[in-house]
Antibody
Framework: QVQLVESGGGVVQPGRSLRLSCAASGFTFNSYAMHWVRQAPGKGLEWVAVISYDGSNKYYADSVKGRFTLSRDNSKNTLYLQMNSLKFEDTAVYYC??????WGQGTLVTVSS | DIQMTQSPSTLSASIGDRVTITCRASQSISSWLAWYQQKPGKAPKLLIYKASSLESGVPSRFSGSGSGTEFTLTISSLQPDDFATYYCQQYNSYFTWTFGQGTKVEIK
């Protein structure tokens, strides 16, 4: 069955970097675009970024553009989110998702001094 | 960018009530709309996709309708397990998604 497992979250100081990973299984990873969605504590869902099936196209929310970078390794069935220049407001649970039907369980990123 | 406006933001209801949540898109999204239920500390759970298709395993008291810019999620008879926050999501654009602000369904 389809599984998406995020990892890499943790506590990080403002201005520092963190890389999230999303390991995919149960489907042909290199055939699907992949998304990241986040949810700040007590807030709603916010779409963050998407990468096309082959990595040739990437789109970002304005709130993370220029700071976050998406990549994927189709040989490893893994999606990455490189987060640089982190801000307090980036504190959230980060979910990877293939489509509305398949989401991971999320990984918590806390930006704190 | 497509904006999604969801209402109400909070809804107080009793067991057995019929509940309706509305989502409006800033431009036509055809039927590319999903509804999710979320409980504290959990990932969102898909209820409805393509505006009116019930996800496997979701109780039939949940239904979705609409197309274009106006959509509704209806719970025909509210059950104790249904007290949660609900979100709509457009996925009309292949590359970008947008979520509604959420509706918290509370016990009256």
């Amino acid at each position: 069955q389809v599984q998406l497992v995020e990892s890499g979250g943790g506590v990080v100081q403002p201005g520092r970097s963190l890389r999230l990973s999303c390991a995919a299984s149960g489907f042909t990873f290199n055939s699907y675009a992949m998304h990241w969605v986040r949810q700040a504590p007590g807030k709603g869902l916010e779409w963050v970024a998407v990468i096309s099936y082959d990595g040739s196209n990437k789109y970002y929310a304005d709130s993370v553009k220029g700071r976050f970078t998406l990549s994927r390794d189709n040989s490893k069935n893994t999606l990455y989110l490189q987060m640089n220049s982190l801000k307090f407001e980036d504190t959230a649970v980060y979910y990877c998702a293939r489509d509305p039907m398949y989401w991971g369980q999320g990984t918590l990123v806390t930006v704190s001094s | 960018d497509i904006q999604m406006t969801q209402s109400p933001s909070t809804l107080s209801a009793s067991i057995g009530d019929r509940v309706t949540i509305t989502c409006r898109a800033s431009q036509s999204i055809s039927s590319w709309l999903a509804w999710y239920q979320q409980k504290p500390g959990k990932a969102p759970k898909l209820l409805i996709y393509k505006a009116s298709s019930l996800e496997s395993g979701v109780p039939s008291r949940f239904s979705g309708s609409g197309s274009g810019t106006e959509f509704t999620l209806t719970i025909s008879s509210l059950q104790p397990d249904d007290f949660a926050t609900y979100y709509c999501q457009q996925y009309n654009s292949y590359f970008t998604w947008t979520f509604g602000q959420g509706t918290k369904v509370e016990i009256k």
